[in-house]
DNA sequence: TTGTAGGCGTTATCAG
DNA sequence: CTGATAACGCCTACAA
């Protein structure tokens, strides 16, 4: 390994001189600097991390708290965080949660100088973490919003706006019957996740407001609810001309069974994906019509966030909220006149 | 923050006593013991990680070089691998690539202190970041396989295996004539990916060996390339009664396709996914039957082996494949006796 | 514009 | 078993 005091040798100045090159952080001739320059090039020094991190006080090191359920897709979303940092001269840490004492795990991270700040996802509606880290003060943004949002870098999707998107955009096509699809997470460890409660409660409201009609279906996560979800609906919401789902495997299913009970899509039901994406969205015929999650803006803004703030820019907190938007697909037309005659022997 | 020497002084000892029994490194009196314990519990005292990093000059870190392609599900791996590094006391950081001189880049995280050791996936037949790796002497770990294993530490599925597994379960239910459907890759940047590589070549060698029949299909990551398979593989190779395919979103296809062209599944042609995973499978109707990838398993050992040899275990390399199991899913059954004639107007 | 020197918090070596 | 003390490689006042 080579140092700096063996690149200060070799241009015959002093190491704090190399210090000031390679940081830029006070001006040097330019001749001295070409020297330093030129030593550091053949001798291919590169500045340690660690000694760096532990001079400055700063190991520029961000740390995502990462859930362990695995049947999200969070892709996009590490993938952008990570990369983001990296522009920023940060590095992404994956850390994995499974301890029971998640929150003092999370501030010991910063206790112990490893990270400068942390990145939570998978946020509740009441956080734990959250207020444990604001104790601490730790610094930290969030992927997902709590209920309290008084101060805190966020940045999340915008299930109020998209529901009322998918709304619009559907009974513009005539659409005047809904079903909403949802996850149920009672019993699980997101029993408060907030995008569910978000768009049920919006979904409600913009129905109210426009004076439409609708039902909602909440959908555990498992294979028996969500294979006897088509039947449900079509039982207990049989006007339904347009299906809003934020519950990709419902929707495989949905899709699926419409067709099997004789339904034509879009002809005789309209079905909508939010939160989804065209990834998924393509594989199923014909392609479902899918409002994309901005997992990777998400990402790279939550990542800045936390950077600008650890850099000192404070002012007002980063609080980004951005939709959904419709991209292709085929699942969405005019409502349909009347509904063929279901065979209900068939169900 | 609270540093060894304040533990030290409220302890009544030296800071070298406290590094002993944080770090388990010699031998303390029980007493002395308890006292450095509990001012360090009093004092919520957390050893810096930087500072012992410089120290020890080692960072505890594992670089995994990341892809950027997001059309494949690493979710499992990574996680499992940041999970196993945190049990290991190492930390998981995501290295994700995008500068064209992606070789220097990823000696120089080791160079730079930063990291300890690399995990490297998406490996290809001949990839110049192993060689790279190699010659700079820094330690890592595959998850894949290069042509030239000597002496190399990898992880991978065992497609060969995982194939035959395929064909001759299959072969049990009474097929004869098989179709193989895997990516086309050539023009991007995965063009000698090779999963594709190795289960093409045993396929074929496999066949020949039992005496059975088969055609490939190699696709290209189109939704047009997608959409045509089905129409193609019904005309290029009538006979066939089993699908083995190791492209996701082909396979959907082809569930939903066949169908269209009144082909049933399983009664009339059998379909199995290779290194897929049960939770995609269990999207389709029927249920497709997948050989799911040990993703979980791969990211575990990978970064156990990469640790083991940085801890200087040393010895013959870890060389582990594993081989897809069969999970459930109903899209494999007996051979049709004949298969029913084909509406050739409905393709 | 450049150099000197004192940390940063640990680890590790060597005495006692 | 315990304690000094010298690194570890870099940053950053403070001097020159």
């Given at each position: 390994m080579v140092t700096m005091q063996q690149v200060a040798d070799r241009a015959k100045v002093s190491i704090s001189t190399v210090s000031f090159v390679v940081n830029n952080t006070k001006p040097v001739a330019p001749e001295t600097r070409e020297r330093v320059l030129s030593a550091i090039d053949e001798l291919g020094y590169r500045r340690n991390t660690m000694a760096r991190a532990l001079a400055s006080r700063k190991s520029r090191v961000l740390a995502l708290i990462y859930p362990l359920l695995d049947h999200r897709n969070h892709h996009a979303f590490v993938d952008a965080a990570a990369t983001a940092?990296?522009?920023?001269?940060?590095?992404?840490?994956?850390?994995?949660?499974?301890?029971?004492?998640?929150?003092?795990?999370?501030?010991?991270?910063?206790?112990?100088?490893?990270?400068?700040?942390?990145?939570?996802?998978?946020?509740?509606?009441?956080?734990?973490?959250?207020?444990?880290?604001?104790?601490?003060?730790?610094?930290?943004?969030?992927?997902?919003?709590?209920g309290d949002l008084a101060g805190i870098d966020y940045v999340d999707i915008d299930f109020e706006r998209t529901t009322e998107l998918a709304i619009d955009d559907l009974a513009g096509l005539g659409h005047r019957n809904f079903s909403l699809v949802i996850e149920d997470l009672d019993g699980t460890p997101l029993a408060?996740?907030?995008?569910?409660?978000?768009?049920?409660?919006?979904?409600?409201?913009?129905?109210?407001?426009?004076?439409?009609h609708g039902s909602v279906f909440r959908v555990p996560h498992e294979a028996t609810a969500i294979s006897s979800l088509t039947d449900d609906l079509l039982r207990e919401a049989p006007q339904t001309t347009a299906i809003i789902s934020m519950h990709d495997e419902a929707s495989y299913a949905l899709m699926g069974r419409l067709r099997h009970r004789g339904l034509e899509i879009p002809r005789d039901i309209s079905i909508a994906a939010i939160a989804s994406s065209t990834a998924i969205g393509d594989l199923m015929d014909p392609p479902l019509?899918?409002?994309?999650?901005?997992?990777?803006?998400?990402?790279?803004?939550?990542?800045?966030?936390?950077?600008?703030?650890?850099?000192?820019?404070?002012?007002?907190?980063?609080?980004?909220?951005?939709?959904?938007?419709?991209?292709?697909?085929?699942?969405?037309?005019?409502?349909?006149?009347?509904?063929?005659?279901?065979?209900?022997?068939?169900?």
């Open positions: 940092a990296e522009e920023h001269g940060y590095s992404l840490v994956l850390w994995p949660i499974h301890s029971d004492n998640v929150t003092t795990e999370i501030t010991s991270l910063i206790q112990a100088g490893f990270a400068d700040g942390v990145l939570l996802m998978e946020v509740q509606f009441e956080d734990e973490r959250v207020t444990h880290l604001q104790q601490a003060d730790a610094p930290f943004a969030l992927i997902g919003r709590t408060r996740y907030s995008p569910p409660i978000r768009t049920e409660a919006t979904f409600r409201a913009v129905l109210a407001e426009r004076g439409l019509s899918t409002y994309d999650a901005p997992g990777h803006e998400l990402g790279r803004r939550a990542a800045e966030a936390l950077i600008a703030r650890l850099e000192g820019r404070d002012g007002p907190a980063t609080q980004v909220l951005i939709a959904c938007t419709l991209h292709g697909g085929a699942s969405i037309g005019p409502a349909p006149s009347r509904r063929p005659e279901l065979d209900v022997a068939t169900g």
